[in-house]
Nanobody, 128 residues
Framework: QLQLVESGGELVQPGGSLRLSCVVA????????MAWFRQAPGKEREGVSC????????QYTDFVKGRFTVSRDNAKNTMYLQMDNLEPEDTGIYYC?????????????????????WGQGTQVTVSS
């Protein structure tokens, strides 16, 4: 059973930066397409970014393009999300997700139902 554990979330001021990590256990990260999602209070979970198994291709939703960067280190079984120029609207619980069959970049990349494995989430709060 694949296990995902996120970390790195905290309170940060607008314009600040955070780096989230997602450590995977139970199997080799290289077999999985990975993604980041977030859920703001009272809202549905939404996709943020994804990355292919090799890390060669990434995709971002419009509201984070140019501010967030996803990466992965398969040797360390870890995925990252570098978040810069944070805005109050970025507040929420950030989740990492994994799936063997998904391909980052196709239609439906950010459909939550297509990912088999999820972490418990890490809270990001952007506020002055």
């Amino acid at each position: 059973q694949l296990q995902l554990v996120e970390s790195g979330g905290e309170l940060v001021q607008p314009g600040g930066s955070l780096r989230l990590s997602c450590v995977v256990a139970g199997d080799a990260l290289e077999y999985y397409t990975m993604a980041w999602f977030r859920q703001a209070p009272g809202k549905e979970r939404e996709g943020v970014s994804c990355i292919t198994k090799s890390g060669a291709k990434t995709q971002y939703t419009d509201f984070v393009k140019g501010r967030f960067t996803v990466s992965r280190d398969n040797a360390k079984n870890t995925m990252y999300l570098q978040m810069d120029n944070l805005e109050p609207e970025d507040t929420g619980i950030y989740y990492c997700a994994a799936d063997v069959l998904m391909y980052c970049g196709l239609d439906g990349t950010f459909a939550t139902t297509k990912y088999d494995y999820w972490g418990q989430g890490t809270q990001v709060t952007v506020s002055s």
